[in-house]
Each structure stands twice: as C-alpha cells, then as structure tokens.
C-alpha cells in the first residue's frame, strides 16, 4: 500500500503560477507511474500530466506548455508546476501513484482556486 499527501494548493490570480508536490510513502515499486488529475465542481475526473519512473510524460492538452510534471525518486516526490493559470483551471487536484503489483493509490486531494 502506498500513501500520497499533496501540498501547495491555494488561491491565485489568473496568470501567476502554483506549485503542487506529492510525497509517497509505504510499499513503493520500482517501476511506476505518478499523476495528477483533477476535478472541477460539476465535471469528470480528468488526468492533467503523468510521468513514469522513467520520466516519460504525457498532459492533456488543455495544459500543454503551461505545466510541467517532474520527479525526485530519492524522495518518491512528483511535482507538477503550473504556470499562466486559467479560471478553468480551479479544480480539486488529486495525485495519483500506480505500478503493476496492484490497484492505484489517492492523494486527499488539494484544492487550486483561480480568479480571473
């Protein structure tokens, strides 16, 4: 089982800049995949970025050039700065942790508000 706790959530102005962090924890595999995804009041979950253990990513393309996913495995953190954010960005965000001995494992999730 592995635990996630996301930090760096807030409230910002259209066209500043946030930071989220997810820190892992418990019975981390080798090879895996983190991802953030979110939720707006009203709306699906929907995947924003994912990176491999290996650092490959992917992002939707709502948020192409605007946010990047990154990294640390020495401290199992995934991080996903986010730059030039849109009111249609305010979300719940939720880090996400999966790997081929089991089910994915959520963050609380952790809430990005914007204001145009």
């Known amino acids: 089982q592995v635990q996630l706790v996301e930090s760096g959530g807030g409230l910002v102005q259209a066209g500043e800049s946030l930071r989220l962090s997810c820190a892992a924890s418990?019975?981390?595999?080798?090879?895996?995949?983190m991802a953030w995804y979110r939720q707006a009041p009203g709306k699906q979950l929907e995947l924003v970025a994912r990176?491999?253990?290996?650092?490959?990513?992917n992002y939707v393309d709502s948020v192409k050039g605007r946010f990047t996913i990154s990294r640390d495995n020495a401290k199992n953190t995934v991080y996903l700065q986010m730059n030039s954010l849109k009111p249609e960005d305010t979300a719940v965000y939720f880090c996400?942790?999966?790997?081929?001995?089991?089910?994915?494992?959520w963050g609380q999730g952790t809430q990005v508000t914007v204001s145009s």
């Open positions: 996400n942790y999966e790997d081929l001995t089991g089910g994915p494992s």
């Open positions: 418990g019975n981390i595999f080798r090879i895996n995949i």
């Open positions: 990176i491999t253990s290996s650092g490959t990513t």
